[in-house]
């Protein structure tokens, strides 16, 4: 890219989406290069919800996210001034409001996940920069500091700017008498189904031995679809030891079920911070029943189709039987594969006859080679394109 293509983009509020995709390494390499340093304040980010995930699966979590909430009136103030002191490409009035614009768009999603991992704290940017910097230098010595500094003085922390530039004023909503009103509950459902209004979103459903795992595994290679699984979404959180893992591994510990709300919560987030780059969703083992689709699409989107990966009961038990002799599970004996079976097929056969009224569910005749299974798939895939 050009200075003047960058300068283009600049001026236009716009980040190129180079930029985008080389943030993490960016930030990947400051760390690597300054190891020393007793911490790191990074400037400007996550600016969706996407890069928060990506910095955690590839560096880590965040020990502390400040949230600077500041006035729409007071935001053009400073940028008006600092236009006039500095004369940056982006503090022009189109530039202001797109970036506006997209910040809005975007930090619902991040305050809510910083908000479940009980990490993030709001500051009202409107006053002083020194009564600003004073809190926040009171909450970075009680959350992170809580014996003290050492001897030497401040502690030593490296600023780092996200690669693309950081929007230091985060802008906010104001009502008729030009009061700031907070952005940490917007309309999630209707920011999620707009980030997901054109994505394809497939249920696959099959019992215990059905080899619905294996055709997701395969989909996944051929089209590039994120596989989903709510259990292994569950697990990941718990392993993650984030406030919400721990309220989970609590609720499990019991014995009781996790809400339905909240693990179609974390599916949303799944499927929205993937949605810029996946070409379409597997969603493994689900809905267990009519209830749980209903409230899928409320919260997330429709789904495009059910794959209904059916095998006979006696090819399921004969499977399962066969692994067993391997995997070394206690559930892998004839009676309680009979009984997970006769479970499976009382919830799911609502399930099969509510989406068949749609005409979106897809049989395939799982009783052939993972193969010939496959090609069924792919019929009804191609079909979508």
Known sequence: MTTAEAKDYLQRGAIPQLFEETT???????????QDAKGFVVDGFPREIGQAFTFEEQIGSPDLVVFLACSNQCLRQRLEKRAQEQGRPDDNAHAIDRRVETF???????????????????????????DVFGDISAMVQERLFPHGINTAGSPQLALLDSPYGADREHPQEEDEEGQTEELLCPDLLRMA??????????????????????QCEKIVQKYGYTHLSTGDLLRAEVNSGSERGKKLSAIMEKGELVPLDTVLDMLRDAMVAKADVSK?????????????????????????????????????????????????????????????????????????????????????????????????????????K
Not at 315 to 329: D, F, I, N, W, Y
């Open 104 to 130: 809005k768009q975007n930090i619902s999603l991040i305050v809510k996940y910083y908000q479940e991992k009980s990490i993030i704290v709001r500051f009202d940017a409107d006053r002083e920069e020194e």
């Open 24 to 34: 993490i390494e960016e930030l990947k390499q400051q760390f690597i290069k300054q």
């Open 280 to 384: 379409g969703f597997l969603i493994d083992g689900y809905p267990r029943e009519v209830k749980q689709g209903v409230e899928f699409e409320k919260k997330i989107a429709p789904p495009t189709l059910l794959l209904y990966v059916d095998a006979g009961k006696d090819t399921m038990v004969k499977r399962l039987l066969k692994r067993g002799e391997t995997s070394g599970r206690v559930d892998d004996n004839e009676e309680t594969i009979k009984k997970r079976l006769d479970t499976y097929y009382k919830a799911t056969e609502p399930v099969i006859a509510f989406y068949e009224k749609r005409g979106i569910v897809r049989k395939l005749n799982a009783e052939g080679s993972v193969d010939d299974v496959f090609i069924q798939v792919c019929t009804h895939l191609d079909a979508l």
């Open 193 to 214: 189904t707009e980030k997901l209004k054109n994505s394809k979103i497939i249920f696959v459903v099959g019992g215990p031995g059905s080899g619905k795992g294996t």
